[in-house]
């Protein structure tokens, strides 16, 4: 980094570095000076070959958000917050990764009923397969990118950035729009869901027909100090 950052900056060029949001074996403060500003990976908490889990989960979040803080200026962060889900087969090794459109589509399919963890604040589900295999499914939606971005803000960073693009709860688009004010108004754009961008291949075949089209659903959201703390769907 030391050596890119010297052949970059006197061209006027900046240099960032993703880097996991709480990881020992990161020198944060050492990073910082060879780069203009790190972005911070805030997700995977739980990840496609750990145990199932939350992705990001609020605690974990707000906790390792004070320790980087406390280590350099804000403007030397920028918070990446992540819009995807993970899909663990119990008895299976690694997690599918899959789109937030994807987790509404399975939970729908499978009749799986999706709750928000009191505790973790993300929302999760379980489903049985067409082999009757248990699957855990863990996943950031609307909800926790509000939650999210709220108790980032706070600390004034350089900015935010998402991942990933196409795979995000397209709710989210109203609360970036609205981010100067994090209110119960914002917060409310979040009833509508839109299913997003995803399309549902069954069968195989070049020749494809088109049987169904995607309708908009709705859950209903509360909250307490700013934050949601309850969704239903």
């Not at 009749?111 to 009191?118: F, M, Y």
């Not at 589900?125 to 248990?134: I, K, Q, V």
């Not at 069968?203 to 659903?217: C, I, Q, W, Y």
């Amino acid at each position: 980094m030391y050596e890119l950052y010297a052949q970059f900056h006197p061209l006027g060029l900046e240099v960032s570095q993703s880097v996991p949001l709480d990881d020992p074996a990161f020198d944060y403060r050492g990073l910082a000076t060879a780069t203009d500003y790190l972005i911070l990976m805030a997700y995977d908490e739980h990840w496609s070959s750990s145990k199932a889990g939350p992705i990001a989960s609020q605690g974990w979040y707000t906790a390792a958000l004070r320790r980087r803080f406390a280590e350099l200026p804000p403007q030397k962060y920028v918070i990446a917050l992540g819009n995807y889900g993970y899909d663990w087969k119990a008895k299976g090794k690694a997690a599918t990764e899959i789109s937030v459109q994807e987790a509404f589509r399975t939970a729908q399919e499978s009749e799986g009923d999706i709750v928000l963890d009191p505790v973790a604040r993300n929302p999760t589900f379980t489903y049985y397969d067409e082999n009757d295999a248990l699957h855990h499914v863990w996943f950031l939606d609307g909800v926790t990118f509000f939650n999210q971005l709220v108790a980032g803000q706070q600390y004034g960073p350089r900015g935010f950035a998402l991942w990933r693009l196409g795979s995000e709860d397209p709710s989210i688009w109203p609360v970036v729009a609205r981010r100067a004010q994090l209110d119960g108004t914002t917060a409310d754009t979040l009833r509508v869901v839109h299913y997003g961008y995803d399309l549902d291949y069954e069968g195989r075949g070049e020749v494809l027909k088109v049987t169904a089209t995607p309708s908009d659903g709705a859950r209903e959201v509360s909250g307490e100090c700013r934050l949601i703390a309850r969704q239903r769907w």
